[in-house]
């Protein structure tokens, strides 16, 4: 810890996993207990999910065999143009696959202290700058301190305990709620290899007879399996106990775990290519050399290596809501309070920030999903996957913005091995080329649309999954300025994404380019019959999207000095595009005929996708539009869960509405009350909160919500869309005093600023991403300026935007 360090404190240990504290190194996961008589550290691996590298083909295979595919899907669309709906839904639902698979808890670490019911307890913190959790207590004269973190370098979890003023005993234990396959113990620590489920069906799929299913074996070459290794040192006498250590007369301990799987190996080679089969006893040796390597480094080196690879990482941007940034925040009494609304939004700000970098980072494993890399259930809801609607982009919104770009990198690995899927489901399943995905996926990069054939289409068909994933490579193109990243990552993905996009569409009866089926996630609407339905054509979300992969498609080729087929194809087909319309009450519009919602206070905001994140309509561009949205913004109202609140407040921001913003802020960061075990109705009629470790939950938890506000804090403060960079755009009055370090805009440009009372104090401007020079337009209020800096200057600036010095 150093000084200004930002410490999230609670008084007592964790009574459930919602009051637990997260760290994690990308790859590695724990939940953090603290307490004397028993601590558990409940410890995830983002490559422990049931399924394996075949469940995606498979699931093609079964789909194309119930008769699904081109033929089929040309009965769907004249059904669909007919406005036949139960034909259509019946024809539709022939596409649905099974489902994508499941992300497991992997094991538990149980530590209890003798005498632990006389011990006086000093409460326990979470260091959002360095990732350590810690705890202290006293038993008898002797003070103990524990520290906890998970470390990148080591790729290993560290456990440090250290007494002062004489020794202490205590006792060690290791479980897991999958099927144990292989235990050891030793003096050295434990050794626990487990069989991973190779399906595992969401909690919806009730008709699924055995919902978590294990193997016999290998499948197909591959071995379904994951194993833990902890290794013990300490200055105490170490003895077996059963099957758990005791460790007594200690004054120091050392304690770290590492893994290996076969799912990690999957993971680590590129799309299409078949990782070699590895042995059991190979995965237990990996993973005891790891455990090892980081033991015999020691303590303090751990420590020092770590806070070396991820402080620089956390510190890189900083923003203060307010004047206080540092010290000892109590979450009961100064955050779930409501007392400081600027304390609570810089905390929330820089937890997204911690999380993001803890559960995604580059050589690590899986993207952040559902639930970040955290979960303590065998059938998570919603299978804690990825869902690509809107919650796994914006788990990725603050990525680029708030300083975290490398963090980016595990999502861009997923949409290469989706890309892969995707091209075959595209040619099979629809006769058309590219790439596509629909709704969910898993690490495997299901592809296909989920459902069982039984589900309603408003969720499980939907096209434009792969079309959403492909705007993050853009967006980090944009931010970055990496021509390198562009060419080699980035075009693949834009191209295929676009090749689909051009092959999905057909030409109407009035000449304009629809796609065909098409739903708006995850609403329905009334027919002229009267009738709920949600299949139909050209929704807002659809055109917007691609008319988003064809822009940004061709604004690629040009950096990159290309021009084939498929930028022909494009560029006559922009303009057959369907443009956005406003409903006869003046909002914007959801489908392409303007129906009558089933739900006018839908917590999906689909529409609005043009406005934030696509940065299509804003009061500059399309003044109508914009209007319109905030008109949709109202009548959709405010709250509902952490997702749909954060997806909420980035539009209000957008759209310049800062007092609005942060009422839904203030809505968003209250106290859940409720049991969060006990899920709310998904349609957001119950609202949620923050659970005690300020994990955003509906219920249930979701870590979208947490990474959302993060992303929408910083839209509320700096924005850069369409060459412009506004400075304090949607400034609520409320937050009258407050500074931002480090953050990232479009353009190559990074932002340091400073503001009094709602005006800029200090505003530094830098280009340091560019690779040449470049100008944009800079706004605060009603003063716009225009601004060129070469690769590495700087300007400075102060009130109204006045130039001080720089350059």
Same mark, same amino acid.
């Given at each position: ?22 760290? /994690? ?216 106990? /059963? ?246 990552? /980035? ?231 369409? /060459? ?84």
């Amino acid at each position: 810890m150093t000084f200004g360090d930002l410490l999230l404190g609670w008084p007592r240990p964790a009574e459930s996993w919602y009051e637990a504290v997260p760290i /994690g190194n990308g790859r590695l996961g724990a939940m953090v207990f603290g307490g004397v008589s028993q601590h558990r550290l409940q410890i995830n691996d983002s490559t422990v999910w049931s399924g394996t590298p075949q469940g995606p083909a498979d699931g093609l295979a079964e789909v194309l065999a119930t008769g699904a595919g081109p033929e089929r899907l040309a009965e769907l669309r004249e059904a669909i143009r007919a406005q036949d709906y139960r034909r259509a839904e019946a024809l539709v639902k022939s596409f649905e696959g099974r489902y994508s698979q499941e992300y497991l808890p992997f094991v538990d670490l149980w530590m209890s202290f003798a005498e632990g019911e006389q011990a006086i307890y000093h409460g326990r913190t979470l260091n959002i700058d360095n990732g350590v959790a810690a705890d202290s207590f006293d038993i008898g004269k002797r003070l103990v301190q524990r520290r906890t973190w998970a470390s990148r370098p080591a790729q290993a979890i560290c456990l440090s305990v250290v007494v002062e003023g004489g020794t202490l005993d205590l006792d060690l234990d290791i479980s897991s709620p999958l099927r144990m396959a292989d235990r050891w113990t030793t003096a050295a620590g434990f050794v626990v290899g487990v069989d991973v489920p190779v399906d595992g069906a969401p909690l919806h799929e009730q008709s699924v007879a055995e919902p978590l299913r294990y193997g016999t074996g290998k499948a197909g070459g591959y071995d379904p399996y994951a194993v833990a290794a902890v290794r013990v040192d300490t200055d105490g006498a170490v003895a077996v106990a /059963g099957e758990s250590l005791s460790v007594r007369g200690m004054s120091r301990l050392l304690v770290t775990i590492s893994s290996s799987s076969s799912a990690e190996d999957f993971w680590a080679l590129p799309a299409g290519v078949a990782a070699a089969s590895v042995s059991r006893d190979a995965h237990a040796d990996r993973a005891v050399r790891r455990a090892e390597s980081a033991l015999a480094t020691g303590a303090d080196v751990l420590s020092r290596q770590h806070e070396e690879d991820l402080r620089p990482l956390l510190s890189a941007a900083s923003l203060t809501i307010g004047s206080r940034r540092s010290g000892v925040v109590s979450v009961p009494d100064e955050i779930l309070s409501g007392w400081d609304e600027h304390l609570t939004a810089t905390v929330i700000f820089q937890l997204g920030r911690y999380l993001l970098a803890s559960a995604s980072r580059p050589g690590g494993g899986p993207p952040a999903n559902l639930q970040g890399i955290w979960n303590a259930e065998l059938r998570p809801p919603w299978s804690s996957n990825y869902t690509i609607n809107i919650n796994t982009e914006m788990n990725y919104w603050g990525a680029e913005t708030a300083g975290l770009s490398q963090c980016h990198q595990p999502l861009f690995e997923l949409i290469a091995k989706l890309a892969y899927n995707g091209e075959r489901v595209s040619h099979q399943l629809y006769g058309a080329r590219g790439w596509v995905a629909h709704h969910n996926t898993d690490m495997w990069g299901w592809a296909l649309p989920v459902g069982m054939g039984h589900s309603s289409p408003s969720w499980a068909i939907w096209m434009m999954g792969g079309t959403w994933l492909t705007q993050h490579v853009w967006d980090h193109y944009e931010f970055t300025c990496d021509i390198t990243f562009l060419r080699e990552k /980035g075009w693949p993905v834009l191209r295929g994404s676009a090749e689909f996009c051009l092959g999905w569409l057909v030409e109407g009866p009035d000449g304009w380019l629809d796609t065909i089926p098409s739903t708006s996630p995850e609403n329905l609407f009334i027919s002229a019959a009267g009738t709920q339905e949600s299949l139909s054509y050209s929704s807002a979300m659809d055109m917007a999207m691609i008319r988003a992969t064809f822009d940004r498609c061709l604004a690629a080729a040009r950096i990159l000095g290309l021009d084939d087929e498929i930028c022909a194809r494009i560029r006559a087909a922009l303009p057959r595009l369907r443009q956005p319309q406003v409903t006869a009450d003046g909002r914007l519009q959801e489908w392409v005929v303007d129906h009558q919602e089933q739900d006018p206070k839908h917590r999906h905001m689909s529409q609005m996708v043009a406005v934030y994140p696509l940065g299509q309509v804003d009061f500059e561009q399309a003044p109508d539009l914009a209007a319109a949205g905030v008109k949709l913004l109202d009548a959709r109202g405010p709250g509902a869960m952490g997702w749909s609140w954060a997806w909420k407040i980035a539009l209000r921001a957008r759209l310049g509405d800062g007092a609005t913003a942060a009422a839904l802020l203030r809505e968003a960061t209250v106290p859940y009350g409720r049991d969060p075990d006990v899920y709310a109705p998904a349609e957001g009629t119950e609202w949620g909160g923050l659970l005690p470790n300020l994990f955003s939950t509906h219920p249930p938890f979701q870590m979208d919500g947490n990474f959302g506000l993060m992303a929408c804090i910083v839209e509320m403060l700096i924005q850069s869309h369409g /060459g412009l960079l506004q400075v304090l755009p949607a400034l609520p009055a409320e937050w009258p005093d407050g500074s931002a370090r480090g953050i990232r805009c479009r353009g190559g440009w990074t932002v340091d600023l400073r503001w009094q009372a709602g005006e800029i104090v200090e505003l530094v401007v830098r280009a340091e991403s560019a690779r040449e020079a470049r100008t944009s337009r800079v706004r605060c209020g009603a003063t716009t300026i225009e601004l060129t800096l070469k690769p590495g200057e700087e300007a400075l600036f102060g009130p109204a935007l006045v130039e001080k010095s720089g350059r």
